[in-house]
């Protein structure tokens, strides 16, 4: 159980009642708003945000107390600031809520709550120092604005995307139709956590637009239409721009700022996050122009269907095995790395050089174990996050400790260019080695700054001060310090001659930002403590005891006393010295960014050696030619499952020969994750991964779309067959020649027949008109036959062996069609009573209305549909020339001719016309 509140309301009964009449008169809000009152030594929630808290932090509502009197009365509950900082974690970054922190600016009796601070999924920049103060939350916040308009009779769209850990804006407009798949694509690409909408719009694109985010999961807030006027654009972003040496220093120069719906969102985005009331923010920003054309499209179905991000924790089930592709191939060591490689399997190239470039650091990387070994297992570890400490130094916010970090980055950074350079591969020099050796060069004369200003010993030991010699206030200070540590020194001397132990080995001094100054002893040691009253015992953990005696106890807070004089007296010289480090966060940015690069290659690297069968190197193609060929594709999350023993399939499509397989197969049997496979490995290789295959061959695409899965989407107001026809119309849309679409069990939601229906006219589009790359999954077992009007289809099917009764499923894919259901037998594996077996056998025969029947060649699937065809082209002759049939005729004539056309019919000795008359 969580730790509860030892605080108290620290108010009187007025003072109560003032306090819940304002809080009673707040306005209206969401329940994705959460609302908490700061009170200088801890925090309050209060009503249902109470109750709510309670349960979160404190598990139990027990904690809430009641403050005020009817008729102004609420719950109320206390969080410390640990218990406050966690709780904000969980509500922006996992639970996407909303958080409000209202301040006193009265006094206890006359309140005067205003709003200090506000925070969103999309705005995380007020709480930054909660949330990455300790540089250990690998993610990026982004939020987008968009604004829709006409030309003409085409429908634009206006998108702007703010990156506030980048400090840029993505901006771009492009038409799109009425299912906005372009715009679900670019959302896809950059992740955006929070959508500005403009409020009050309650047309069908609005609505259209709601359902789009929600699918996607980003929040949506609503913003007065005033706030997407782009009037005051150009003064904005002449204040937060950056602008390059040479460059005009006027927005108006930029191609950008004609881009007058997504200026319009621009603004929006500026208004909502209060960027231009930050001194931090100033001329700290770039914009550029997304390049739509430059990554492969996904859209939520293809990210959901191929688990490329996590959704749940299910490692408690999964023996801690990974269950998405961004958890499997994450094996980086920098936070930057991390955040980078969730863009990139969001963002798959459709550049040929830049994947080949990657796959060439990525092979060479396999091939040489040391300096993979190395990379991973030393050098990277030493890199803290560059990009966030770029932005503090931007801003001036940074720390003496923030200098001493990048500094000791820096000293080490020579040794990585070493690394590199003996590897001499001229992609990995290329992307990394050379832009390093010139970026190092940009920070010497910050690394002498440092040097000179910051006293390197004193920060070693985690005492971050500048050199002594700059003051000789400061120089007397640092003296006595000197002499203290020399007294604790010979307290730890003393100590190990009282308590017969030897210095250095089983007695430590040691020191931290918590306790100071103490001694340590290990767990097995700790009897030469028992019953020394002189020595107070300050904690106990794994690593050992550590605790004082009274003379230590005196000296620490001596020595902190003198620290903390000395801190106080050094805050002008470290401004200055933070002023001057400023200059250095754009060659520290780059840096990052190169390093973050080099970390998702080493982690690619190592996923490929790891794996329980080694990835191998893809061939890329150009997109004519036409080929996507997977030699014993496996699904690489499944194939490290524990218990598994995975049957790897082959995958072969070549443009004009076969590019449209159809799966059938029992329920379970793998076509799910056949077809999934496919999607995986394609993503892999595009975003330079090698791929779980023996040998893969792939084209470029421009796509990997799916309708995979049949999942409600009640709570979005979604029935399974609308999303999953939303999902389909925007493939239809979506998809070219040089796309991969994966389709499984499509038209579940409706009857058999227009289901089957659908399923067929979808599959005929994609094959004769799209002619796409596609894997289509179904329990239709007609669709099978468009395999002979289609020349492009071919009939796939995954095994199962059907003896004494038992289904054994062989997960192997076979080319042909499944010449039997097995609902049945699965029935019979979840032991359904007899009965309801034999009558569900019953009624398969009638509603399969005699498609059972046993004749001459039905034991051979092929066989058997070229003969149903051949009798089903014979009885539709027989139906049109009895519909010609001159009907004033007497009645033995007509029957003659019936009989004759009868007699043609039966001429042709169809196996299957002859079952069906046997049987009737």
Not at 206 to 217: G, H, Y
Not at 568 to 578: F, L, N
Request: net charge negative; charged share 25%; proline share 3%.
């Amino acid at each position: 159980m969580a730790v509860q509140p030892n605080q108290q309301f620290n108010m009187d009964p007025p003072s109560q009642q003032s306090f819940v009449r304002f809080f009673k008169n707040l306005p209206d809000k969401l329940n994705t708003t959460i609302r908490f009152f700061n009170r200088s030594d801890y925090y309050t929630l209060h009503g249902s945000d109470a109750l709510f808290a309670a349960e979160e932090v404190f598990k139990t509502t027990s904690v809430c107390k009641m403050i005020g009197a009817d008729p102004y009365k609420t719950e109320g509950v206390i969080l410390n600031k640990n218990h406050f900082e966690a709780f904000i974690r969980d509500l922006l970054l996992v639970k996407q809520y909303r958080i409000e922190v209202y301040i006193n600016q009265g006094t206890a009796k006359n309140h005067n709550w205003v709003l200090e601070h506000k925070g969103s999924p999309g705005n995380l920049t007020p709480f930054e120092d909660v949330l990455f103060g300790n540089n250990d939350i690998a993610v990026s916040v982004r939020v987008i604005a968009v604004k829709l308009g006409m030309e003409g009779k085409s429908r634009v769209v206006g998108l702007s995307c703010a990156d506030t850990t980048a400090t840029l804006f993505s901006v771009c407009e492009f038409q799109d139709n009425e299912s906005f798949s372009n715009l679900e694509s670019l959302i896809v690409t950059h992740a955006p956590k929070e959508c500005l909408l403009i409020q009050g719009d309650g047309s069908y694109e609005f609505q259209t637009l709601k359902q789009l985010m929600e699918r996607n999961n980003i929040m949506i807030t609503l913003r007065k239409k005033i706030e997407f006027s782009s009037d005051s654009i150009v003064q904005d972003l002449n204040t937060l721009i950056k602008f390059k040496k040479g460059q005009q220093q006027t927005v108006q120069s930029l191609p950008e700022i004609n881009l007058n719906l997504a200026m319009s969102a621009t603004s929006a985005l500026i208004k909502y996050l209060d960027l231009t009331s930050d001194e931090g923010n100033l001329n700290q920003f770039s914009i550029n122009q997304i390049e739509q054309s430059r990554y492969l499209k996904l859209d939520a179905a293809a990210m959901k269907a191929l688990n490329i991000e996590p959704r749940v924790d299910t490692s408690a089930l999964n023996g801690n095995a990974p269950t998405s592709i961004l958890s499997l191939l994450d094996k980086c060591r920098t936070p930057q790395g991390h955040r980078l490689l969730a863009q990139w399997v969001r963002q798959p190239l459709k550049d040929l050089s830049l994947i080949k470039e990657r796959h060439d650091i990525v092979e060479s990387l396999v091939n040489d174990n040391e300096l993979r070994s190395n990379l991973s297992e030393d050098h990277l570890r030493r890199v803290p996050d560059l990009q966030v400490l770029a932005k503090k130094l931007a801003r001036k916010k940074a720390t003496l400790q923030d200098c001493y970090k990048i500094y000791t980055s820096m000293s080490h950074l020579p040794n990585i260019i070493e690394q590199l350079s003996s590897a001499n591969v001229v992609a990995l020099n290329a992307m990394c080695t050379d832009p390093l050796a010139e970026l190092i060069k940009d920070m010497d004369k910050f690394q002498q700054m440092v040097e000179q200003t910051v006293d390197l010993e004193a920060a070693a030991k985690g005492d971050f001060l500048v050199r002594s010699e700059f003051d000789k206030g400061l120089e007397e200070l640092k003296n006595n310090m000197n002499e203290t540590e020399e007294e604790i020194q010979a307290q730890s001397r003393k100590v190990a001659s009282d308590l017969s132990i030897e210095i250095g080995k089983t007695l430590k001094l040691e020191s931290n930002q918590q306790f100071g100054y103490y001694f340590r002893v290990t767990l097995k040691d700790e009897k030469v403590l028992r019953n020394k009253k002189h020595y107070t015992i300050l904690d106990s953990n794994k690593s050992g005891v550590r605790f004082r005696n009274n003379k230590l106890s005196e000296l620490n807070d001596e020595y902190i006393a003198i620290r903390d004089k000395y801190t106080g007296e050094q805050k002008k010289v470290v401004t200055e010295i933070i002023e001057i480090a400023a200059g250095y966060s754009n060659p520290l940015a780059a840096i990052g960014n190169v390093l973050a690069c080099l970390d998702v290659l080493t982690a690619f690297a190592s996923a490929a050696i790891n794996a329980n069968k080694p990835y191998v190197r893809p061939k890329m193609l150009p997109s004519e030619s036409g080929e996507l060929n997977l030699v014993q594709v496996r699904h690489p999350c499944l194939e490290i499952q524990e218990g598994v023993d995975y049957i790897a399939n082959d995958i072969n499509f070549k443009r004009g020969k076969c590019h449209f397989s159809i799966i059938t197969g029992p329920n379970m049997g793998g076509k799910s994750t056949y077809i999934r496979s496919a999607g995986v490995a394609a993503l892999m290789a595009h975003i330079g991964s090698f791929v779980p295959c023996d040998k893969a061959t792939i084209s470029l695409l421009d796509c990997i779309l799916a309708r995979v899965g049949a999942d409600d989407s009640q709570l979005k107001g979604l029935s399974t067959f609308m999303l999953e026809m939303i999902e389909t119309a925007a493939i239809l849309k979506t998809a070219t020649c040089n796309s991969l679409v994966l389709i499984d069990e499509l038209g579940r939601g409706t009857s058999t027949y227009e289901g089957c229906g659908i399923a067929w006219s979808i599959a005929e589009y994609l094959a004769k008109d799209v002619e796409c790359y596609c894997l289509f999954a179904t329990h239709f077992h007609e669709i099978t036959k468009l395999e002979e009007e289609v020349p492009a289809v071919t009939n796939q099917h995954v095994t199962a062996l059907v003896n004494d009764n038992k289904l054994t499923l062989l997960y192997k894919v076979k080319s042909g069609i499944c010449d039997q259901s097995f609902g049945i037998h699965v029935a019979k594996m979840a032991n359904f009573p007899e009965d309801v077996i034999k009558f569900a056998k019953r009624k398969q025969a009638e509603l399969e209305d005699y498609q059972s029947s046993v004749f001459e060649g039905s034991d051979d699937p092929r066989k058997k549909q070229k003969i149903i065809k051949e009798a089903d082209g014979l009885i539709e002759e027989f139906i049109i020339k009895y519909k010609t049939l001159d009907k004033s005729l007497p009645d033995a004539d007509l029957k003659d001719k019936i009989s004759e056309f009868k007699k043609e019919v039966l001429s042709h000795k169809n196996p299957y016309i002859e079952a069906l008359l046997a049987a009737s």
